[in-house]
Structures are given as C-alpha cells and as structure tokens.
C-alpha cells in the first residue's frame, strides 16, 4: 500500500523558510518523478514543483526563483525547500508521486496523504 507523509509546515513570517518533507512508501521510489502540491482555503490543488527520476525539474512560475524541489533516493524522500514566502504561499502543501520523467502537469498517481499546513503571517 502506498503511503505518502508530508512534513515540516508551520507559522512563518513573510521572507522566512520551510523545508517540507515527504516520505513515500510502498512504491519503487528512485523510478518514479515526485511532485509538490498545494491547496489555499477556497480554491483548487495546484503544482507547485516536480522532479524527474532523473533531477530534472519543474516550477510554477509564482514560485520560480524560491522554492527548490529534491529528492533522496536512498531516503524515499523528497524535499521542498521555501525561502523568500509570501502571504499567497499559505496553503496545505501535499506530495505525490508522477510518471518517471513528469512535469508540473504530469497526472498524481498516488492517492492524497494529509498535507502539511503552511501559514505565512506576520
């Protein structure tokens, strides 16, 4: 059974950091792409990031510039490094796993984990 878990969300002030984790079982991690989403109160999940099996990666371009998608494969793990936050970041953020060499708008494959609030405040 696949299992995703997102963490590292929390309550930071506009230009802080957070680096969101997510940690994926049950699946051949290092073959598959990895991808970051996330959901503000109101609207629609969207992409935010993806990375290929391969390191190749792929930003919204709200984010371009920001925030910095990696992945470990000995870890099963991919990261989301956010600097620079802005008010409009404040979301639940989600991973899941896509197609090898997926983009931002490859199809989720996985079914959704809980998601880690993020808040951006002062």
């Known amino acids: 059974q696949v299992q995703l878990v997102e963490s590292g969300g929390g309550l930071v002030q506009p230009g802080g950091s957070l680096r969101l984790s997510c940690v994926a079982s049950g699946i051949n991690f290092g073959f598959y792409g990895m991808a970051w989403y996330r959901q503000a109160p109101g609207k629609q999940r969207e992409s935010v990031a993806a990375i290929t099996n391969s390191d190749l990666t792929d930003y919204t371009p709200s984010v371009e510039g920001r925030f910095v998608i990696s992945r470990d494969n000995a870890k099963n793990t991919v990261y989301l490094q956010m600097d620079s936050l802005k008010h409009e970041d404040t979301a639940v953020y989600y991973c899941?796993?896509?197609?090898?060499?997926?983009?931002?708008?490859?199809?989720?494959?996985?079914?959704w984990g809980q998601g880690t609030q993020v808040t951006v405040s002062s």
């Open positions: 899941n796993y896509i197609g090898p060499s997926g983009s931002r708008s490859a199809l989720a494959l996985g079914s």
